[in-house]
């Protein structure tokens, strides 16, 4: 079983509505959880930090359930910017438990938002 | 990404050939990621420097791959006698805060 699991999609979306999608991580120990994106043929860079209570930003929701070892976000008001590849992204504390030295990267949820 | 400089940003090997992929990233960063992220997937862990030492090579595929940082700052990644699975975006990356990577813009092989 692969560390992090995503449903790789595309998630064809109309614009304006709301899409979800979670990922799973195998490992219990995880410490941290974010999500990336990464536009197509560009880096990946942080969308947002996933928080234990849930945190919201903007039009942008992750959720954590440490319980059945997933994340979770939700888009609403889905824009046309927002198509891109959505990366789970969890810290298994491969070295001191904290720091960049751990993350493992799913391989991506696809998202294209129609007109 | 800011901060961090990939060069060449694209590469053609024929089959056999070794290339060089550099990753010059702003003054003062101690550590130092290379990934690999072949098409369809996510970045994979290749290697990890503080300074110059080479703390983790353990996401090198194959001993065909070479990373060094000799000096602790510009890093260079080698692949000798090149394969078509080799064909990949190289991600040069340093850390931005607790758990925060940011990535260089990658060296993309194509491998003939």
């Known amino acids: 079983r692969k560390e992090v699991e995503q449903d790789p999609g595309p998630f064809n979306v109309p614009e304006g509505a709301t899409v979800a999608f979670n990922c799973t991580y195998s490992n219990s120990a995880s410490q941290s959880f974010f999500w990336y994106r990464q536009d197509c043929r560009k880096e990946p860079k942080l969308l947002m930090s996933v928080y234990s209570s849930g945190n919201e930003d903007g039009r942008f929701t992750a959720q954590l359930n440490r319980a059945s070892q997933y994340i979770s976000l939700l888009i609403r008001d889905s824009k046309l910017s927002d198509s891109a590849t959505y990366l789970c992204?969890?810290?298994?504390?491969?070295?001191?438990?904290?720091?960049?030295?751990?993350?493992?990267f799913g391989k991506g949820t696809h998202l294209i938002i129609q007109p | 990404g800011a901060g961090v400089s990939q060069s060449p940003r694209y590469k053609v090997a024929k089959r056999g050939q070794d290339v060089a992929l550099r990753c010059d990233p702003i003054?003062?960063?101690?550590?130092l990621f290379w990934y690999q992220q072949a098409l369809g997937q996510g970045p994979e862990f290749l290697t990890y420097f503080q300074n110059e030492a080479q703390l983790d090579k353990s996401g090198l595929p194959s001993d065909r791959f070479f990373a060094e940082r000799p000096e602790g700052s510009v890093s260079t990644l080698k692949i000798q006698r090149t394969q078509q699975e080799d064909s990949a975006v190289y991600l040069c990356a340093i850390p931005r805060g607790a758990n925060v990577l940011t990535f260089g813009a990658g060296s993309r092989l194509t491998v003939l």
């Open positions: 003054s003062g960063h101690v550590s």
């Open positions: 992204v969890v810290n298994m504390g491969r070295y001191s438990g904290g720091g960049a030295d751990g993350l493992t």
